[in-house]
């Protein structure tokens, strides 16, 4: 499948199919825990982004890459950055996919009140498109994150949600997968071993369909660890080493390590030392070679029981204190990484309490220039209307003597004429009628609030009253 994406992405021309192919190859590489490949084509990738959308693809791809190995305080930011691509339009990626990543990083971190928050968003938003795939895959991460507080029936609840989900449909053999192992793993805590043994068998058969190797080596893994607690030694015997076989097959070496000390164990339970002794070195080896401290913390306790049940002192007290020492670096670093983890969300936190602070000042300020801008509005209207009423009254002042001078000596001019013709008495009711035009306008002068500003023409102003 990789060869075939490679000759594809050299021979594809149109740069938005050349970019999917690429990612394509990036996340084949990061499933196979390839990461070196991995990195090298998301570079290429990103290279190629031409847009906030191509380049909000290439950023899920790297959220994913970082996660896998579990890089979630460098994530965060990263996802941080896709979802406020999202809030502006910039970027069409799926807002409830986002939101589960976001609980699956928070998860990583340890912080378990923002993992369920974010998993209710995405549930929520799945939900509201009715999107069942996505609703049982969020029960399913909601379930782990309740089994690891070991509320056993909370957890239960949400995985049985999940399968009345997705139980009945076609496909969807992943979800139905994850939720045969959460539900295994919680029936053997509450000691149920024959339940959890049947869903054990169905997340098995789902791997092999899936063709899903590394799953079928968990699930064998699993299967091993519950015919242990029924004491069926030679069945887990038999299944740790199925898991050994297929591990090697496949190169997977910290599932090596883990399956070498596990049939280790089981021969030591058996009271077979010499053999326990040989799987249980080989094991140590492969975990201090590839650096898995976890591995090598319990293996060195493994050699700590051997070495009691050999009855060698000195040899028991070398490994318990190489196992001690071991646990004191392993959760110093556990400590140091949650730490870390708290530092950066409190950084978080602070960095969205300025940009609150900034959006606050921001409202304020325009609120301000509002009421700024509505006072010189008003002292603008103030200004116009001292002008008109200035105006009204020189108006007034300047134009109501002379007028009362000409109606004086018009009257007495009608009654001088009273005898002459009808020419002479129409020009003096012009005189009249003009007279009283402008009465009328120096009223209106005096009810100075009902004018407004108008256009006499294109450069000219005037002013015009409402019934104008």
């Known amino acids: 499948m990789l060869d075939e994406l490679k000759r594809q992405i050299e021979t594809e021309k149109n740069p938005e199919q050349r970019l999917g192919l690429m990612l394509k190859l990036v996340e084949q590489y990061t499933k196979r825990a390839k990461m070196p490949e991995a990195y090298q084509y998301l570079r290429e990738a990103e290279s190629l982004a031409w847009d906030e959308n191509s380049r909000a693809r290439c950023l899920v791809q790297r959220a994913n890459l970082m996660m896998s190995i579990d890089r979630n305080k460098d994530t965060l930011p990263v996802l941080t950055e896709l979802l406020k691509m999202v809030e502006q339009g910039t970027s069409d990626i799926d807002i409830a996919l986002l939101y589960n990543q976001f609980g699956i990083c928070y ?3 340890g912080d378990f ?3 369920l928050k974010y998993y209710k968003l995405s549930y929520d938003s799945f939900t509201a498109r009715n999107d069942k795939e996505g609703m049982a895959g969020t029960m399913i991460n909601i379930g782990n994150v309740y089994k690891s507080f070991d509320k056993l029936d909370t957890a239960l609840d949400h995985y049985t949600k999940a399968e009345e989900l997705v139980g009945k449909l076609e496909g969807f053999d992943e979800h139905k ?3 045969c192992s959460g539900m295994s793993s919680i029936y053997r805590k509450k000691k149920q071993l024959d339940l959890a043994l049947a869903y054990n068998e169905k997340a098995l058969a789902y791997c092999y369909q899936l063709e899903d190797t590394r799953g079928v080596c968990n699930a ?3 299967m091993a660890l519950l015919r242990k607690d029924q004491d069926r030694l030679d069945d887990a015997l038999e299944l740790y080493q199925s898991c050994l076989e297929i591990s090697e097959s496949k190169g997977y070496e910290s599932l090596v390590a883990t399956a070498l000390a596990n049939i280790g164990q089981i021969y030591m339970l058996e009271d077979k030392y010499d053999e326990a002794k040989v799987y249980i070195e080989r094991g140590l080896e492969i975990a201090q070679k590839i650096g898995a401290s976890n591995i090598v913390m319990q293996i060195y306790f493994m050699h ?8 060698a002192i000195e040899r028991t007290f070398e490994y318990f204190m190489k196992y001690d020492e071991a646990k004191s670096r392993f959760l110093d670093k556990k400590t140091v990484e949650r730490l870390n983890n708290l530092e950066m969300k409190f ?8 940009a609150e602070m900034y959006r606050l000042r921001n409202e304020e300020l325009e609120a301000k220039n509002k009421q700024l801008k509505e006072a010189q509005d008003e002292i603008r209207e103030l200004e116009r209307r001292n002008s008109i009423y200035a105006m009204a009254v020189t108006a007034n002042h300047e134009l109501n003597q002379p007028l009362m001078v000409i109606q004086g000596n018009l009257d007495m001019l009608e009654s001088a004429i009273e005898a002459a013709g009808d020419k002479a008495k129409n020009r003096l009711q012009k005189i009249r009628s003009s007279l009283e035009r402008i009465n009328e306008q120096l009223a209106k002068f005096r009810r100075f609030e009902d004018a407004q500003m108008g256009e006499y023409s294109a450069e000219t102003p005037m002013i015009l009253f409402k019934d104008d």
């Open 220 to 222: 064998l893994n699993s």
């Open 177 to 179: 997968l994850l939720i």
């Open 107 to 109: 998860r990583g971190m």
């Open 113 to 115: 009140d923002n993992c």
């Open 347 to 354: 950084d978080l936190e602070r960095k969205e309490h300025e």
């Open 304 to 311: 700590a029981r051997l070495y009691a049940g050999l009855g």
